[in-house]
């Protein structure tokens, strides 16, 4: 259920209250460049053999931020779908990214 807050739109209550946890620790300087939805390219578009446009393949990070010279990609989960599966492996392989799942 998505929460409307003073900081934006959450797809949840958990992504919200992790929001609260981050968002001061960036003020302190403990995290920097704390960033929400952030969008990833996975793969390009084509086109099928019918010459028909397929689109791109993102994944949407719910927060990304750098703790020291590491950068955190991190998602809330409640479910953890098919679709988010396959593209947490596909973050790994192609971008060499690790999820942090909270």
């Known amino acids: 259920k998505k929460i409307d807050t003073e900081d934006g739109v959450f797809d949840s209550l958990k992504e919200y ?3 609260l946890v981050l968002k ?3 003020a302190s300087g403990e995290i ?3 960033q929400r939805q952030v969008r990833f390219k996975l793969l390009d ?3 099928d053999k ?3 446009l397929l689109r791109g393949l993102y994944y949407v990070a719910d927060f990304v ?3 020291g010279e590491e950068q955190i ?4 989960k409640g479910d953890k779908t098919e ?3 396959i593209k947490k492996k596909l973050m790994l392989k192609i971008l060499g990214i690790t999820i942090k799942e909270t």
């Open 17 to 19: 209250r992790r929001w």
């Open 24 to 26: 001061p620790m960036a």
């Open 32 to 34: 920097r460049d704390l």
């Open 45 to 47: 578009q084509q086109r």
């Open 50 to 52: 019918d010459g028909k």
């Open 65 to 67: 931020y750098f703790k």
């Open 73 to 76: 990609v991190e998602d809330v």
């Open 83 to 85: 679709a988010y599966q």
